[in-house]
């Protein structure tokens, strides 16, 4: 069975030790949809009163992308190098995917999918007074390379 990597010996929850890893380029990349009607689609595709929904999404994906650590407890605070935050429509909604990237001794697939989430959020925030019955779905790590455990690809 695996060790969970944030928790110590007693069963406490800890930061991972990372200070004797060596640093590699660490790439990960992540996705979520914001589901709605096809009505919602179009007015946010026109612009909602609020502005242009698409870059909205995207330039609160990148500033969340950078607060990962004030966010999650136990994540590293990490001199990113690299951030792409995407939101496309597609059929049922608006798809977001956002790819996180640097030189170091830890992963970056939680900024990537810290950046995901919000970017949703921020969608739903600009849209929710057309619609409140919106849905954040299928947020998941597409993919992630470098470090000790190699590149995971999902199916």
């Given at each position: ?12 929850a ?29 007015l ?47 059929a ?27 970017a949703c959020l ?34």
């Amino acid at each position: 069975m695996k060790k969970l990597s944030h928790i110590d010996a007693k069963g406490r929850a800890a930061m991972v030790d990372v200070g004797a890893k060596p640093p590699t380029r660490r790439v990960a990349l992540a996705c979520g949809e914001v589901r709605m009607t096809a009505a919602t689609l179009r007015l946010a595709k026109s612009g909602s009163a609020k502005g242009d929904v698409f870059a909205a999404a995207r330039i609160a994906g990148i500033m969340a992308a950078k607060r990962t650590p004030e966010l999650i407890p136990l994540c590293h605070p990490l001199a990113l190098e690299h951030i792409k935050v995407d939101a496309e429509p597609f059929a049922h909604g608006i798809k977001v995917t956002a790819s996180c990237a640097l030189t170091g001794r830890t992963g970056v697939e939680m900024e990537a999918l810290t950046a995901v989430s919000v970017a949703c959020l921020t969608i739903y925030d600009m849209l929710k007074a057309a619609e409140r019955g919106m849905t954040i779905t299928n947020m998941r790590l597409l993919h992630k390379s470098g470090g000790r455990s190699g590149t995971y690809d999902a199916k």
